[in-house]
T-cell receptor, first 113, second 112 residues
């Protein structure tokens, strides 16, 4: 098991609502990346946070936003939820300077109805 | 738990046999590659990695081969066990270092 924890594990929201997902990174890691995994597909990169700033972004609209806190934990916020936002949201932590592997949390399963 | 990869390519092997899972990557500028294992209801679990200056790396029961000429990656699992049943993803990272690009995944099923 990795030291990356995500909350909540499951969530159901209504179209148009907003959601906040949370991630605590592994001890010693200073970088957090968020991924979206639709059923039957590989994870898709949303964005990465390093030193509390966005450090790279994938092909996701601005209604996907994030934060990183001084303790390196992170939040993913999604506004104006759409049905297609239903997916497993994964957080991965890594050490930026080490340029090494990323360790994933167990994910948050978001269902938009 | 939820089902990961309902329509993925499937490799079915007998317990004790060797497994080979293949992956084609897209970016010739990628300098780092990782294999992940994902069980139902869980996040991807790191298995083994390889940097672009290598063509082979071995771990415990697993070997990764990298062919940069044809942009191909493979994962070999020796003496496959029922606990190896999962979906396997390859991932590449570009030299900017801030995102992983995942392949489509392969479901490995181990028959006892």
């Amino acid at each position: 098991e990795t030291g990356v924890t995500q909350s909540p594990t499951h969530l159901i929201k209504t179209r148009g609502q907003q959601v906040t997902l949370r991630c605590s990174s592994q001890s010693g890691h200073n970088t957090v990346s968020w991924y979206q995994q639709a059923l039957g597909q590989g994870p898709q990169f949303i964005f990465q946070y390093y030193r509390e700033e966005e450090n790279g972004r994938g092909n996701f609209p601005p209604r996907f936003s994030g934060l990183q806190f001084p303790n390196y934990s992170s939040e993913l916020n999604v506004n104006a939820l759409e049905l297609d936002d239903s997916a497993l949201y994964l957080c991965a932590s890594s050490l930026y300077e080490g340029n090494t592997e990323a360790f994933f949390g167990q994910g948050t399963r978001l269902t938009v109805v | 738990g939820e089902s990961v990869g309902l329509h993925l390519p499937t490799l079915s092997v007998q317990e004790g046999d060797n497994s080979i899972i293949n992956c084609a990557y897209s970016n010739s500028a990628s300098d780092y590659f990782i294999w992940y294992k994902q069980e139902s209801g869980k996040g991807p679990q790191f298995i083994i990695d390889i940097r672009s200056n290598m063509d082979k790396r071995q771990g415990q029961r697993v070997t990764v081969l990298l062919n940069k000429t044809v942009k191909h990656l493979s994962l070999q699992i020796a003496a496959t066990q029922p606990g190896d049943s999962a979906v396997y993803f390859c991932a590449e990272r570009d030299n900017a270092g801030n995102m992983l690009t995942f392949g489509g995944g392969t479901r490995l099923m181990v028959k006892p």
